[in-house]
């Protein structure tokens, strides 16, 4: 022990002295320790919901009516809120989302500009100054829902505060009622996250209705009352309850919502009830419940009486609807588990003929994949609504983009785009509306999770169409960004700028890529990932509870990739710095001559060391002497000089060492090619830095000679820059460079 | 400890590596780690948790003053209450006299250099010259059956080993018998010990005595310290647990005592006349009633009574008690209404204290207390009182030491005036911070007096409209933060670390400025008064933590104000914004020309070199002229419908656009705040929130669409930011200093 401890400490110094020469120490393979949050009673540190979790619950009952005529919302909700928390509450707070629109808005306020030349008018970039719209919530009245007594409250921007009458104990619930009105804005000019859109040729509109309502704050163990405004990027963060909602609005639309439609019959011809019925089993096709010609029919007779639609739900986070008399409606059942949710689409026809073939069944394919990684389905429908400009979830509910042109065709690339919105907009339900992360806070929790389950669904049920953005190859050329300007993935939604998008979707899913292929496998990955979803699912995770539990379900150590690819900008650049080529003296001659006194020393000394560019020079020979009597100290047995030797005789051995210049520790993956033209792949853990983050040297014994090392040849590692990832030294393509080029 | 450590850290770190291009510093982002995890004692909303807890020590003392050698002799039983979830094998006192001791670290630790000229006063006091024998010797340390405990004394710190562990819920009773000499306040000019002591008078041979830290106190034991027992060094206040008081005092029976508490058996000590006075003050709202008048006070000093007297007081809920003594006193009261409660606002003085301070000590008392509870809480306590001590403010629950001594001919000028009340206000004010907001001042000095000097400002501008400002407003903290960063520490430092000569310029001047700063400027008065009350609500008689205020600030207003606290309390920038550039457009309106889609103007930037480039120095050469163009179909994507290009150009037309870049010098996020002089002298003044500067923290750029042209652009008019640097916060630019003050007096 004592002898074994004092050679460690000789090889720690050695080693320790070397590593101080190069560069500083960053402790890349450190416990995150306090970075995190201290696991507690409500949160613990398997990364699961603590013995004491708890979270609260908000009920809605809403009645609402659409204006056809002047695009205005008016509303009427009882709230009745659940105080599961073990804290007293003296106040509430409610999220007036659609104060964000007002010109006196922290958005607006806080928004930079410049004048440039020659810009469209329609596009000047001081909005307010253009457009004659006046957004915002008017709150009309706050009531107590028992005694019809108006509250006190105040409004701070998007945040309105309702002070309770008497404070809400734990396991307490409060009742109370908000009247308010709002005019929705035109999506062509704000492309926000709900709104209207205008057809000028048969004068008609469509509606996409979100955030419409004053909807309760999370209060929640680590935040308190998640009240940061809402200034735009960073999304929402909301609480679970029941909805029951009434929307009126003129008898002739058709409307598509969170939860399920408890009126048909009210709503719908019998001919299409009988359809809706035929839908909800029917597995193989979509049914049409709307068709075309009923909705073309429709869009020329404005009806001007009202029906209203009657929605439940259960256990969701939000509402949205959609409304219009140009919808078409197809849906189908979907297998799930032992669920059958109805996948359901509305579009209008200028979305034919691509929304009937594509849509209901990319709904379809997102509920497979998702839930074959995560959970059933809990919902009973999931709608895809078409409009445009991007794509935006609700639960139960997402508007998505990609229209054909008037000559109905659509280009590949926009048919992917198209089903890869469905995809993902889908699968938001999944995250954040069931695993219900704080979007205002970390946008990559849903955002980056979503993205690598949809990159995960385009890959396995769409592999004719190449969708790569979410890639480790794909990846690369953001990860090359100014490092003065970039932010980690960790930073706060509302503070990632230009790099809102790569941080929030692409990094996060290229980086749970790599994870699952190349550092966990798929194996390990999938189950902890499930874990996750599982563990998380009608609850409120954290980062730390996704990067807790990923280790905690695979014993996998993941600190350095989290630190590595989340809280800094570093990037993977590995260079193969240096090969040598060594083979053994043959030492038969005479091995047994124990006067043959060859000095131990570094061979990279001589003239003819094996640093070259190539393989040219041959390999360098070396001795291997017999093992003097002196090291074995007190063992009497000892070990076979000549078997050893044996052993080592006509092999090709590589010394090849690493450089990381990138910073970002990664694995190794080697591809050796071999004369015989033959090759093998060898797969080496991230922990290979762990004691040296800058530099390591490795000894490989291969019974062929090499001709030919590449580093990260798949591509899967994201290294930047594949010049440096080659021996013999030559420019290079990647596959997907090359891939790229021929595009 | 640790996470400071690394906040100072990433500071320097981030500043070295900032040389050029200016990094991403991450201000905007949350505080998260820099802050403790909530859990179930502290909540994430800054409130106090479900399983909040926090210890209780009952006090019953006995103690004598000897006048003849100045010293006192006590006897104490302490009941301790274990209401933490822990068991205790030891508890922890506090021996705050022992840095009188010779052979104290706090002596030891201290700096010295020697000067010319020193005088005797200051050079006895700086190297330790007086042979007093400080400190306190422990006579007896015993439990409820008169056993001795087994104890140890490091310096300031006393150690009680318990006979068996103290369980969850368990109360434990002890005994204490002590004396200590009390030291001479003329003595001692620096500040370990001058917080309590003796005054001596040599004209008529009397003492005055401020007594505290008097008796063995218990430590606090905290879910975030354990035992907080960091030693006494003389910077670093006090941090102490509430609990009920009976305290037994025996004095010269023609002392007059004042002390936290209220005395229970004042038939005894007071003649039946004094007696009747105090009856009639409990009931005088409008003017204090003289209870002790000058004569009689003039009277006591000279014939000096042999005989003794017991004042027996009691006081429920206190963290401490202190006491003053003297037959030199002249007392008076009177009533005020605080809600529901009437405390009595008390004063003691000798007659050198006259004529200013029947005037003004207990007025100022009344104004404290009053608007105090406005802001926080209402004032709970039977009374409060202000007792004038020689060059000096200390404060103790319901008792307080303040300076403010007129000339000998009793004459007196405004500044000195202003110094007492001034000093008045904030140590009354202490009884909400910490005496009853009860943070922990051995670990954070901003905590009591930052807060407590914010809401002394609030008093003084409410009450004192002539009193000159002094701490609070943003433009008096400009000199201190344009100081040398070398000595400048963050606010969020422990107490001992302050340098000492910017004490008061950080953990009093710029806190407060802060606070007033988020109230005037950040959140608006509303809001932070909503929210400052709520912290205070939520914490009073508890012992609350910065990040309990962060919190709670936050949490009830919807302010996120995470950047406030990193930029202000977490670093030492300060503000220093400039208008870098402005440059004045108008769209050049050819309506003609719109719908002629060949016209093939590139899109660009105007600031390239191009023939008929304005020069955007002033507002002299006259906006430049820039084309809107009709919006490309290509641009609306799939939307079908369009926008009347037409009618978007008619409405930018003669429209004066301004395109403002802005740059962050000081590093110090805060809002812009623009003001806009247009042709016709008209103003206007526009507020943006600190968030422009979320993205890029150091230069943003943004446009304004005016109808009227614009002459002047200032940033920070009104000096509400602390901008250390005005000059280029104009444009046009000003050449002097001097011109800008010009504009700056017009402006007002």
Request: glycine content about 6%; proline content about 5%; overall charge neutral.
């Amino acid at each position: 022990m004592n002898f074994s401890r004092i050679a460690a400490l000789i090889a720690l110094v050695c080693l320790s002295s070397f590593t101080f020469a190069q560069e500083q120490w960053k402790g890349r393979f450190e416990q995150l320790g306090d970075v995190l949050p201290t696991p507690n009673s409500y949160r613990s540190a398997s990364g699961a919901p603590g013995p004491n979790y708890w979270q609260q619950r908000a009920d809605y009952d809403i009645d609402v009516e659409l204006n056809d005529e002047t695009q205005v919302i008016t509303g009427k909700e009882t709230v009745t809120y659940f105080n599961n928390s073990p804290e007293t509450l003296r106040y509430l707070w409610l999220q007036l989302d659609q104060n964000n629109m007002q010109s006196s808005s922290m958005n607006f306020q806080a928004g930079t500009q410049r004048i440039t030349d020659s810009v469209e008018a329609a596009r000047f970039p001081v909005k307010q100054a253009v457009f004659e719209y006046d957004g915002g919530f008017k709150i009309k009245s706050v009531k107590d829902a028992g005694t019809g007594k108006e509250l006190t409250y105040i409004i701070n921007g998007t945040m309105m505060r309702v002070d309770v009458p008497t404070a809400m104990k734990t396991g307490d619930k409060y009742s109370f009622s908000i009247e308010w009105s709002y005019r929705e804005k035109d999506r062509m000019n704000y492309n926000e996250r709900s709104g209207y859109e205008y057809f000028p040729d048969d004068k008609n509109y469509i509606y996409h209705i979100a955030q419409w309502f004053p909807r309760m704050c999370v209060f929640d163990d680590y935040e308190g009352w998640q009240n940061k405004q809402f200034i735009d990027a960073g999304e929402f963060a909301l609480v679970f309850g029941n909805y029951k909602v009434r929307i009126t609005v003129p008898s002739d639309h058709i409307v598509g919502a969170t939860g399920w439609l408890q009126n048909p019959k009210d709503v719908l011809t019998a001919e299409q009830l009988q359809r809706f019925e035929k839908a909800k089993i029917t597995f193989d096709n979509p049914v049409i419940i709307v068709t075309e010609q009923e909705a073309r029919k429709k869009e020329q007779q404005r009806s001007a009486k009202k029906s209203t639609w009657v929605f439940h739900a259960e256990n969701v986070r939000d509402f949205a609807f959609a409304s219009s008399r140009k919808f078409i409606w197809d849906a189908m059942a979907v297998k799930n588990g032992t669920k059958t949710p109805l996948a359901q689409s509305l579009y209008p026809k200028e979305g034919n003929p691509v929304w009937e073939k594509e849509s209901t069944r990319a709904i379809k394919n997102a509920l497979d994949v998702y839930t074959e990684r995560t959970f059933e389905y809990p919902y009973p429908t999931a709608y895809s609504v078409n409009w445009v400009g991007g794509g935006m979830e609700y639960p139960m509910v997402s508007f998505n983009s990609g229209r054909p042109g008037k000559d109905g065709k659509m280009s590949i690339g926009k048919l992917t785009y198209l089903v890869s919105v469905i995809v993902h907009e889908v699968g938001h339900n999944y995250f954040p509306m069931i695993v219900n992360s704080d979007e205002r806070q970390w946008t990559w929790m849903d955002e980056g999770l979503n993205s690598f389950l949809e990159k995960e669904t385009m890959r396995t049920r769409y592999p004719n169409l190449d969708h790569s953005e979410n890639t480790p190859q794909g990846i690369r050329s953001f990860m090359k960004g100014d490092k003065a300007l970039m932010r980690p993935i960790m930073a706060q939604s509302d503070n990632q700028g230009r790099y809102f998008g790569g941080n929030g979707y692409n990094k996060p899913a290229a980086a749970l890529t790599i994870l699952r292929e190349t550092v966990m496998g798929p194996e390990l990955f999938d189950k902890s990932f499930k874990e996750y979803a599982q563990r998380w699912a009608f609850k409120h995770p954290k980062p730390a509870d996704f990067f807790r539990t990923m280790e905690d379900a695979s014993a996998v150590d993941l600190d350095w990739f989290w630190r590595g690819w989340f809280y800094t900008t570093d990037h993977v650049d590995v260079a193969v710095q240096d090969v040598k080529w060594y083979r053994t003296k043959s030492s038969r001659i005479d091995p047994e001559k124990k006067d043959v006194k060859v000095k131990t020393g570094d061979l990279s000394a001589s003239a003819t060391n094996g640093s070259a560019t190539d393989f040219s020079n041959g390999p360098q020979e070396f001795n291997v002497i017999n093992t003097d009597d002196a090291t074995y100290r007190d063992f009497r047995s000892r070990v076979n000089d000549n078997e050893v030797r044996e052993k080592l005789d006509g092999k090709n051995i590589y010394e090849v060492k690493f450089k990381n210049v990138g910073g970002l520790v990664t694995p190794l993956v080697i591809e050796w090619t071999y004369k015989d033209g033959s090759k093998e792949i060898e797969r080496i853990p991230a922990e290979i830095w762990r004691v040296n983050e800058n530099e390591v040297s490795k000894v490989f014994v291969k019974e062929k000679e090499v001709v030919n090392i590449v580093l990260d040849p798949n591509g899967e590692l994201a290294d930047v820059e594949i010049q440096n990832n080659v021996f013999p030294k030559r420019p290079v393509d990647t596959k997907f460079d090359q891939f790229k080029k021929k595009q | 400890m640790n996470r400071m450590l690394l906040a100072v850290l990433t500071l320097c770190v981030g500043q070295s590596i900032a040389q050029q291009n200016p990094q991403w510093k991450g201000k905007f982002e949350q505080l998260d780690q820099a802050l403790p995890t909530p859990n179930e004692y502290r909540t994430g909303s800054g409130a106090p948790g479900p399983k909040y807890w926090q210890q209780r020590a009952d006090y019953v003392i006995n103690a004598e003053l000897n006048d003849e050698n100045q010293s006192i002799t006590g006897g104490e039983t302490i009941t301790y209450i274990n209401n933490s979830p822990d068991a205790l094998k030891y508890l922890w006192l506090q021996l705050d006299q022992n840095i009188n001791q010779k052979d104290n670290n706090s002596q030891k630790i201290k700096s010295s250099s020697v000067k010319d000229s020193i005088d005797t006063r200051t050079i006895a006091s700086d190297l330790g010259l007086h042979d007093f024998d400080g400190g306190f010797k422990i006579k007896s340390v015993k439990d409820a059956s008169g056993k001795p405990l087994p104890y140890f004394i490091n310096q300031t710190m006393m150690r009680v080993d318990l006979p068996q562990p103290l369980g969850s819920g368990q109360k434990y009773s002890f005994n204490v018998e002590w004396s200590f000499n009390v030291n001479d306040r003329v003595k001692n000019a620096t500040f370990n010990d001058g917080r309590s002591g003796m005054e001596y008078f040599p004209e008529d041979g009397n003492y005055l005595y401020i007594i505290a830290q008097w008796f063995p106190r218990m430590c606090v034991y905290s879910d975030v310290y354990g035992w907080q027992n960091k030693q006494f060094l003389g910077q670093g206040e006090f941090t102490l647990s509430f609990g009920n008081y009976e305290v037994n005092l025996t004095v010269p029976g023609d002392h007059i005592m004042a002390g936290t508490g209220m005395v229970q058996n004042l038939k005894e000590v007071l003649t039946p006349e004094q007696y009747a006075r105090f009856e009639k003050a409990k009931t005088s709202f409008d003017k204090p009633v003289v209870i002790c008048t000058q004569q009689e006070a003039i009277q006591r000093e000279k014939t000096k009574s042999k005989a003794k007297k017991t004042w027996k007081f009691k006081a429920d809920n206190v963290r401490d008690f202190a006491f003053a003594t003297s037959r030199k006193f002249i007392w008076d009261a009177q009533a005020v209404k605080v809600g529901n409660n009437t405390p009595l606002a008390m004063s003691y003085y000798p007659k050198e204290g006259n004529p200013l301070w029947e005037k003004e000590s207990t007025r100022a008392v009344k104004n404290t207390i009053t608007t105090y509870s406005k802001y926080t809480v209402d004032y709970p306590y039977p009374q409060a009182t202000s007792v004038h001590a020689a060059s000096l403010g200390m404060e103790y629950p319901m008792i307080c030491f303040n300076h403010g001594r007129p000339k000998k001919d009793g004459s007196y000028d405004d500044k000195l005036k202003w110094g007492m009340i001034g000093v008045i206000v904030h140590e009354v004010g202490h009884n909400f911070f910490p005496m009853i907001i009860n943070s922990d001042e051995r670990q954070w000095t901003w905590m009591d007096e930052g807060l407590n000097t914010f809401v002394q400002h609030r008093t003084q501008v409410e009450n004192y409209p002539d009193m000159p400002l002094r701490r609070g407003p943003a433009s008096l903290i400009v000199e201190y933060m344009k100081s040398s960063p070398d000595v400048q520490r963050p606010l969020m430092v422990n107490s001992e670390q302050v340098v000492r000569k910017n004490f008061g310029n950080e953990q009093y001047a710029k806190c407060a400025t802060a606070l007033n700063i988020l109230r005037e400027t950040v959140m608006g008065p509303e809001l932070f008064d909503k929210a400052f009350k709520e912290y205070a609500e939520r914490w009073a008689f508890k012992s609350p933590e910065p990040a309990d205020l962060f919190r709670t600030l936050e949490d009830a207003s919807a302010v996120d104000l995470d950047w406030f606290w990193r930029g202000w309390f977490y670093t030492t920038e300060y503000t220093d914004q400039s208008i870098d550039q402005v440059k004045w457009y108008r769209v050049k309106n050819d309506k003609s020309n719109l719908e002629n889609r060949d016209v093939k103007a590139k899109k660009g930037d105007l600031t390239a070199n191009s023939p008929g480039q304005k020069n955007f120095d002033s507002f002299q050469d006259g906006p430049q002229e820039f084309t809107l163009t009709s919006t490309a179909a290509s641009s609306y994507g799939d939307f079908l419908s369009r926008v009347d290009d037409k009618s978007i150009v008619n409405k930018l037309d003669g429209k004066n656009i301004y395109e403002v870049t802005l740059s962050n010098k000081g590093g110090l996020i805060m809002p812009v705040i623009i003001e806009w002089t247009y042709k016709d002298g008209t103003r206007e003044l526009e507020k943006i929130p600190a968030e422009i500067w979320r993205i890029n923290e150091t230069r943003v750029t943004k446009v304004f669409v005016k109808d009227k042209e614009v002459v002047n652009i200032m940033i920070d008019p009104n000096a509400e930011t602390a901008d250390v640097n005005v000059e280029d916060n104009v444009f046009p630019k000003l050449n002097q200093g001097s011109k800008f003050d010009a504009f700056k007096n017009k402006s007002k």
